[in-house]
């Protein structure tokens, strides 16, 4: 699937605990058109078991799931069709 934009959408979500950063991932996964990218930025260390669980199960796709030794927790995640 092609990306229709180029612009990327920032869910910083530092600081927060959860559930938040996902609730948040999925807020602006609701607002955006199919095919964007989304760049998610959390610390909570139950974002990196809660955010690829929850894109299983739907049509957007993880691309990409970074993890600093600060613990800093990074996804590039690409909104699917419907």
Known sequence: MACKTSEVQ???????RCPL???RT????NAVEA????????????SL???????????HQLLEQTETTSGHYRFLI???EG
Do not use: N, W
Not at 10 to 16: I, M, P, W
Not at 26 to 29: A, M, R, S, V
């Open 21 to 23: 950063p996902l609730l």
């Open 49 to 59: 078991r809660d955010i690829p669980a929850f894109i299983g199960m739907t049509s």
């Open 26 to 29: 999925k807020q602006t996964l």
């Open 35 to 46: 095919g964007q990218l989304l760049e998610v930025l959390a610390t909570d260390p139950g």
């Open 78 to 80: 690409q909104k699917g």
């Open 10 to 16: 920032l869910v910083d979500a530092t600081g927060l």
